[in-house]
């Protein structure tokens, strides 16, 4: 399990300040998807941004041997 620190995809002028997500996910995949999955009460037409976003984010390896560590979830997520 990874925990993911990015960017948030949607740049100025249409996010006006940007913004921020952590995720725990297995994989880059995971992690997209559970994005994608969050995004959908907002405009999905910059969702194509968020495998970038995701390959670019910081990754930090968990220890496995901590329970919480081992279901995939937003963390936590800042967007303007």
Do not use: H
């Not at 194509?48 to 936590?76: H, M, W």
Request: net charge negative.
């Amino acid at each position: 399990m990874f925990l993911y620190v990015g960017e948030y995809w949607v740049e100025f002028p249409s996010s006006e300040y940007g913004g921020l997500w952590v995720v725990m996910a297995e994989n880059d995949e995971q992690c997209v998807e559970l994005l994608r999955d969050a995004n959908n009460w907002f405009d999905r037409e910059y969702d194509d941004e968020i495998p970038e976003a995701v390959q670019k984010a910081k990754r930090f390896q968990l220890d496995e041997n901590v329970e919480s560590n081992k279901t995939p979830r937003i963390v936590d997520t800042f967007f303007t």
